[in-house]
């Protein structure tokens, strides 16, 4: 007679028992490894802001300093760093402006018209989707530097990479969730194609272009390769090419390579923790279709 | 045959009351493709047939081709990224699949600060991180030999011997990359209905039978997305290598993307680094259509 209550009990006692301790053994193994893949960063963070004699200490300090405006101040002298912001800062914005243009515009004409040679065109950029970027380095090279004569501008650096075939894979996703019937009454009230373009379909894509154009000016802004390969003058580097620079000598300063690696870094941190939905979005939204 | 004809006279009619429009909006990406992506890929093809060093004449020769089959270097570059490759990206496929499901647990607290940990190296340029990782692995001054002595073990000369080398280059690619790869597989994951876990623990199953008889089948697709991007992206490894090792020591983590540049742009050989490229594409294309054979049977 008391048996039932008493077996019962212990039954759901130890269903939560059980979820409580797979809740702790998962904590256990995610903590230390969370902390393993912070601490990089921290790293960067807390060296930014120490001489270089207390970074190669014997005992290497875990937090804050004040000569943050010291290194700052090496790094400028190194490689004018200042300026190398200015030309990272442009060339990502100019080049994520430009970006979101062409690829919403030609992203809306995929989805949401039926043209002549439109499967032909979208095979195209289809099949040249998962070339790597290698194979059109050199020719791109030879047309940028060579024929059109722009080594150490900012169109060097931007405009091969407009011809971004995954932003255009990207809209054209996007663009397919707004109704056709929606377009096709603004065509019946008499509004121009371009109209339509602007005021009706872009606003109701517009959480897709912020995460695309968060992941563009993110892109842009890290990019090393074809902007090493194209900036040659110390004042048209970019951040990441003059640290490069940097990284490369043996008589260096590492906490001016902090500093700047710090600023390059850490306004997107921030940038991550207030917008991680749209990151992740963005980052998801090529991947998975629904 | 007349509802065969309908279509097409209502595709005509649309098409003569919009008749510019969607031209209008592709041109602008269109010249841009054209001119910096489609022509190059092609240009690059027939630059890998030139000889392209200095004084040579001849004005289409396989003379690119011949040497890469027997150029002692390339073959180290292939070496060395195929190890990469190898070991770097089944690595961070499981860990990113682990993190996934951890991270998509219920039983998890304080879900968005695990995954800012995890997910916050993607923001990092390769460039950064790669300075990072050069100081951590130094071996008189760097952190990781400090922690390794700290606790009582031996210090490693990382950055100068040729497994260590390559380890780091590996762990370094780890970090960077698995939480990017664990955010496409937690979308796929999302992408799993609900019911079909109840239904499986109703059945009795346990969590480990749910992760290898459902998780894992109905993730295939996702993991295939990942596991193709991994390869194109390692098989163009560069700023790593070059920043963190340079290719060294002695040639040990030289990839073929640190070969391609050094032919490319401090050699100014065009030829030759063209028909580097067009192998890196060629075993891209083929790595893709085995994984396409081997787990994308219906995706």
Redesign the interface.
């Known amino acids: 007679m008391t048996a039932t209550p008493r077996s019962t009990a212990p039954a759901v006692v130890s269903e939560t028992a059980r979820?409580r301790s797979?809740?702790v053994w998962?904590?256990l193994?995610?903590l230390p490894?969370?902390?393993i893949?912070?601490a990089?960063?921290w790293?960067?963070a807390v060296?930014s802001t120490h001489p270089e004699t207390v970074?190669?200490s014997?005992n290497?300090p875990l937090w804050f300093g004040g000569a943050f405006m010291e290194n700052f101040r090496g790094l400028q002298a190194d490689t004018n760093f200042m300026r190398t912001m200015l030309n990272s800062t442009v060339i990502a914005s100019l080049y994520t402006v430009f970006s979101m243009?062409?690829?919403s515009?030609?992203g809306?004409?995929?989805a949401k018209?039926?043209?002549?040679g439109?499967n032909w065109?979208f095979g195209?950029?289809l099949a040249?989707l998962?070339?790597?970027?290698?194979?059109?380095?050199?020719?791109?090279?030879?047309?940028v530097a060579r024929d059109l004569k722009l080594s150490n501008t900012y169109w060097a650096v931007i405009?091969?990479t407009?011809?971004n075939?995954i932003g255009?894979f990207y809209m054209r996703q996007a663009f397919q969730t707004v109704p056709t019937d929606l377009l096709n009454a603004a065509?019946i009230d008499g509004a121009s194609?371009a109209r339509i373009?602007w005021q009706i379909a872009l606003p109701i894509v517009r959480p897709a272009l912020a995460a695309l154009a968060i992941l563009l000016f993110?892109a842009s802004?890290?990019d090393?390769?074809w902007p090493l390969?194209v900036l040659t003058q110390k004042d048209s580097y970019t951040?990441?090419?003059a640290?490069?620079t940097?990284?490369?000598l043996t008589r260096v300063s590492?906490g001016g390579?902090?500093v700047?690696?710090a600023i390059?870094?850490i306004p997107?941190?921030v940038?991550?923790?207030s917008l991680?939905r749209h990151?992740?979005a963005g980052?998801?939204g090529g991947?998975?279709k629904? | 045959m007349t509802t065969k004809a309908a279509p097409s006279s209502r595709?005509a009619g649309?098409?003569a009351r919009?008749p510019k429009?969607?031209?209008?909006?592709?041109l602008?990406?269109?010249l841009?493709?054209l001119?910096?992506?489609?022509?190059?890929?092609i240009?690059?093809f027939l630059?890998s047939f030139k000889d392209s060093r200095l004084g040579a004449s001849a004005p289409y020769a396989l003379s690119n081709w011949s040497r890469l089959v027997e150029d002692e270097f390339f073959r180290t570059a292939l070496r060395n990224t195929f190890v990469i490759l190898l070991i770097q990206v089944p690595l961070m496929l499981s860990l990113a699949t682990v993190l996934a499901v951890?991270l998509n647990?219920k039983?998890?607290?304080a879900a968005?600060?695990?995954?800012?940990?995890?997910?916050?190296?993607?923001?990092?340029?390769?460039?950064?991180?790669?300075?990072?990782?050069?100081?951590?692995f130094n071996t008189?001054?760097g952190?990781v030999n400090?922690a390794l002595t700290g606790i009582g073990l031996p210090a490693v000369d990382w950055l100068n011997q040729s497994g260590p080398a390559m380890s780091v280059i590996i762990m370094a690619l780890l970090?960077r990359w698995t939480?990017?790869n664990a955010?496409?597989l937690?979308?796929?994951l999302q992408?799993i209905s609900e019911d079909v876990y109840e239904a499986a623990s109703i059945d009795g199953a346990t969590?480990a039978q749910q992760f290898w008889k459902i998780t894992l089948p109905l993730l295939r697709p996702?993991l295939l997305?990942?596991l193709?991007l991994s390869v194109?992206g390692t098989?163009?490894l560069?700023?790593e290598p070059?920043?963190i090792t340079?290719s060294g020591p002695g040639n040990a983590t030289m990839t073929?993307?640190t070969y391609?540049?050094q032919q490319?742009?401090r050699s100014f050989n065009?030829g030759y680094?063209?028909a580097?490229?067009?192998t890196?594409?060629a075993i891209?294309?083929v790595f893709?259509i085995i994984q396409l054979r081997l787990f994308g049977r219906d995706s």
């Open positions: 979820r797979s809740s998962l904590h193994a995610l490894l969370a902390l893949f912070l990089p960063l790293i960067m060296f970074i190669f014997p290497p243009v062409l690829t515009m030609g809306y004409a995929f018209f039926e043209f002549p439109k065109l195209l950029i040249t998962t070339i790597p970027a290698f194979v059109t380095i050199i020719p791109q090279f030879i047309l405009l091969p407009l011809a075939t255009i065509r194609e373009f993110l802004w890290n090393y390769l390969i951040m990441p090419v640290l490069g940097l990284v490369g590492w390579i902090m700047g690696t390059s870094t997107f941190l940038l991550f923790l991680q990151f992740v980052i998801a991947a998975v629904d | 595709r649309r098409w919009t429009a969607p031209y209008f909006f592709i602008p990406y269109l841009i493709f001119t910096f992506w489609a022509w190059p890929i240009s690059s630059m951890a647990s039983l998890l607290k968005g600060w695990f995954r800012f940990a995890f997910f916050a190296p993607l923001v990092v340029g390769t460039v950064a991180y790669s300075a990072v990782f050069r100081l951590l008189d001054f952190m400090r970090w939480g990017y955010i496409i937690l979308a796929g992408g969590p996702t997305f990942c193709v194109i098989l163009q560069f700023t070059a920043l340079n073929l993307g391609l540049y490319g742009f065009f680094a063209s580097i490229a067009y890196v594409a891209a294309a893709s």
